[in-house]
């Protein structure tokens, strides 16, 4: 009995020294300020010490026959931190979504999914003006060169459900993709004049964020049609639009604007939105919640963050000097429902950044490849299997 106590005892010590040592390691390697993988450095600290109380060496011994040599338990390594770019602002620090860093891994290294590195560029436009342009629009001429030049820098468009998956699941997209979403309600003549040459010559869809208000059949009518094309991908932009979703607003409200979306589309096109352009660039923590379960899948915002890529979404936790105008995104608990949109007004200046972060964050990845496939196979593969 002696012995198995001083086993028993052993083997807390052991448990609470590998807990101590991650948070060392937690306290040394990751500042405060910069911690947005709190939750898979958590589950990995707590898969370590699962790992080692149910390692096989550790099965208490009661018999006085001699311990048999066993394979020495592998120390699973640390998991390496974020990768972090210099070319996003100090405030706009990207955060992660997948708490289960196993299943992360499994998706990051699936040969059949996006390769590391693989982001998206989310660009905002309005009008696209014949004449001068005004406010947020561009001119015609505008719209060309920045569509010329996404192209040419070898991006390629994706729609709604692609994004999602992408942003789910890691599901193969190009490694430089871009998603146009026009805001407000547009006649069929705008996607035929600006956007179909774009669909006919490389294939490339448009996401239309359609406000649902239930009036003007006529302009629902050309819009199904565009709909029903399949290359102009409708989705939700609130239902009476011009009063923005604020922290004043009940559940009431935010449910029929949110819900009352879905319901239009639903009737006139056919289709069920997964996404919601929030009208205005308002959201709140509430309205987060609600839409989720309303069966919304991702959000988007009117903040310049920077571009995504699967488990990580530039964002700020404060109101901040370097972009004074955008609700700081982490208050609201979901980043999947507050995604950063750049205004077509600023593409062309940010392709190259938007590029260069892309091809440092595949640098990282594989910089880290060995560290993080050991970790998956100590951790992980017992439970999760093989990465395709
Ligand atoms: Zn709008």
């Not at 807390?12 to 939750?39: E, G």
């Not at 390496?80 to 860093?101: F, G, H």
């Not at 006919?200 to 406000?211: F, K, L, M, S």
């Not at 049609?225 to 239902?239: N, T």
């Amino acid at each position: 009995m002696r012995r198995k106590t001083a086993r028993h005892s052993s083997l807390i010590s052991r448990f609470l020294l590998s807990l101590s040592l991650f948070a060392t390691l937690l306290a040394a390697c990751q500042p405060a300020a910069a911690t947005p993988d709190i939750n898979a450095a958590l589950t990995a600290a707590f898969e370590t010490a699962v790992a080692q109380i149910n390692a096989p060496t550790a099965t208490p011994q009661i018999t006085e026959t001699p311990i048999p040599t066993a394979t020495v338990p592998r120390t699973p390594p640390a998991l390496p931190a974020v990768y972090q770019s210099a070319l996003l602002k100090p405030e706009d620090l990207p955060r992660t979504y997948i708490t289960d860093s196993c299943q992360y891994l499994k998706n990051k290294w699936d040969s059949t999914k996006s390769a590391p590195g693989t982001m998206v560029m989310v660009v905002m436009h309005h009008g696209i003006n014949k004449g001068e342009a005004s406010g947020n629009d561009v001119t015609v001429n505008e719209h060309k060169k920045i569509m010329d030049s996404l192209f040419e820098a070898g991006f390629t468009a994706i729609n709604m459900q692609q994004m999602a998956d992408f942003i789910y699941d890691n599901a193969f997209i190009p490694q430089r993709s871009v998603i146009f979403i026009v805001d407000d309600r547009h006649f069929a003549e705008y996607f035929n004049d600006h956007w179909r040459p774009y669909h006919d010559q490389w294939g490339w869809p448009v996401v239309n964020a359609y406000i649902g208000i239930d009036e003007r059949t006529d302009l629902w009518a050309e819009n199904a049609a565009l709909s029903a094309e399949g290359w102009v991908d409708y989705q939700s932009h609130g239902y009476i639009h011009n009063i923005p979703i604020s922290e004043g607003s009940t559940d009431e409200f935010i449910t029929i604007e949110m819900g009352g979306a879905i319901a239009s589309i639903q009737k006139y096109m056919n289709k069920t939105p997964i996404a919601y352009i929030w009208p205005g660039g308002g959201f709140t923590k509430r309205a987060v919640e609600i839409g989720s379960t309303l069966g919304y899948k991702l959000g988007f915002t009117v903040n310049e963050r920077g571009p995504v890529m699967y488990n990580w979404i530039p964002q700020a936790d404060a109101v901040n000097a370097s972009n004074p105008l955008a609700i700081p995104e982490t208050p609201a608990g979901n980043p999947l429902m507050t995604l950063p949109r750049y205004w077509s007004t600023n593409v062309l200046d940010n392709i190259d950044t938007v590029r260069v972060i892309g091809e440092e964050a595949a640098a990282y990845a594989e910089q880290n490849k060995a560290v993080e496939l050991e970790y998956y196979d100590i951790v992980c593969a017992p439970t999760y299997g093989a990465i395709p």
